[in-house]
Structures are given as C-alpha cells and as structure tokens.
C-alpha cells in the first residue's frame, strides 16, 4: 500500500516556476512533467493540468495586455489571462498567431492543411481554413472600414470584416500586374479594380469588377 501511494504521488506530483514577461506580467508555469498549465502571483489556478496541454507560452501582444498560446496532440490554441480557452486546440489548427490589427481589436490568424482562415479576438471562427484559401491579410483602404485580401490558386479576392466572401477569388491577380483594391462606388457598395502596368511600368489600364455587397462594421 505504501508503495501504491509513492507511486500516486509522484504521478501527480507538480513543479512550479514563477516567469516575469519582458512588458511585467507575471504568472506561474504549473507541470507534471506531461501537461502544463498556469496559475497567478495568488496561486488561482487559471489553465489547469487536466486540459492536457503539452506547452503553455505567454505571447505578448500591442493591443491586449497579452494571451497563452497552448498545444495539444501537435495542434495550437489560445486561452485569455483569466484561463479561459478562446481557442480550442482540438479545432485542429497547425498555427494560430495573435495579429495586432488595432481596426479590428486584434484577430488570430489561423492555419490548418496548408491554407489560412481567420477567427476574432474572441475565437470565432469568420473565415475557414476549408475555404482553401492560400493567403489571408487584412487591409484598411481610405474610405473602406477594412477587408480581408484572400488568394487561392493564384487569383485574389476580398472578404469583409465579419468573413462574408465579398469578391470571390477567380477575377482578379492572374492578368493584373498589381493585383487590385477595393473602391466605394456611386450606390454605397464596393468594387475591385484590377490594375495593369505597361512596359515603363505605369498604369495603363483598370479592369472594374463586379459591385460587391456593402462591408458592414
């Protein structure tokens, strides 16, 4: 029985380590040597050991004081200071960075088979990666609130802010030097205007695509 008992307590027995992060912010790493979790300077468990995750990160960012950046069976997540999980490893995601946009409150860009999506600073999911799109970044043009540039297979497209495809990836990026941007036209909708450069490498022509649905807040 005594050995029985050794035993269990070595099995759960826990280490932990007090990290200071370059901006001030302190908290404990907590592990069993298997799964890692984290407490506060007050000892509140805030991510614990049963989660089962193999690695906890602190990831310091310029909009929010910061978040955890946590693994499972090889796929990322992401927990708020107070523990709680934003974004669930078991989603599957390769790669989840934290993107500073202050337009939109910050968002986690996301991976998953090779293509990109994007969830909001709350972990819900806006674009996914099953749309197979190969690239996602957010652009804020004058007199657009921002969107989503999207490319697949070599052609680019545009979702807005809440991840509704507003230009479909197929009209512009192949036959356009420079790819296109987003204009407000005359009845309050958004347009893509491809570009084309000439040999001496000015604009030389535009190729209007079709109007796309208003991009709302």
């Keep these: 029985m005594l050995a029985m008992g050794l035993c269990s307590t070595s099995l759960f027995a826990?280490?932990?380590?007090?990290k200071t992060e370059k901006n001030g912010y302190q908290w404990y790493e907590i592990s069993n040597d298997d799964y890692y979790g984290v407490k506060d300077k007050s000892g509140k468990i805030l991510i614990p050991l049963e989660r089962g995750y193999s690695d906890v990160t602190f990831i310091p960012n310029q909009v929010i004081t910061g978040y955890f950046s946590v693994e499972k069976n090889d796929h990322e997540g992401a927990c708020d200071l107070t523990g709680k999980e934003l974004i669930s490893p078991d989603r599957g995601y390769e790669d989840v960075t934290y993107i500073a946009e202050k337009a939109l409150n910050g968002y986690f860009s996301v991976e998953k088979g090779?293509?990109?999506g994007v969830?909001?600073?709350n972990g819900k999911e806006l674009i996914s990666p099953d749309r197979g799109y190969d690239s996602v970044t957010f652009l804020d043009e004058d007199g657009v609130i921002g969107y989503f540039l999207v490319e697949k297979d070599g052609h680019e497209g545009a979702c807005d802010v809440n991840g509704k495809e507003i230009i479909a990836?197929?009209?512009f990026g192949v036959?356009?030097?420079e790819g296109f941007e987003i204009k407000k036209t005359k009845d309050g909708r958004y347009a893509a205007i491809g570009i084309t450069l000439n040999?001496?490498?000015i604009a030389s022509s535009y190729g209007y695509g079709p109007a796309a649905t208003k991009v709302q807040k």
């Excluded at 826990?14 to 007090?18: E, G, I, K, V």
């Design 199 to 201: 040999s001496e490498g």
């Design 119 to 121: 969830c909001d600073k």
């Design 14 to 18: 826990q280490s932990s380590r007090l």
């Design 169 to 171: 990836p197929t009209t």
């Design 175 to 177: 036959g356009y030097d």
């Design 114 to 116: 090779g293509h990109e």
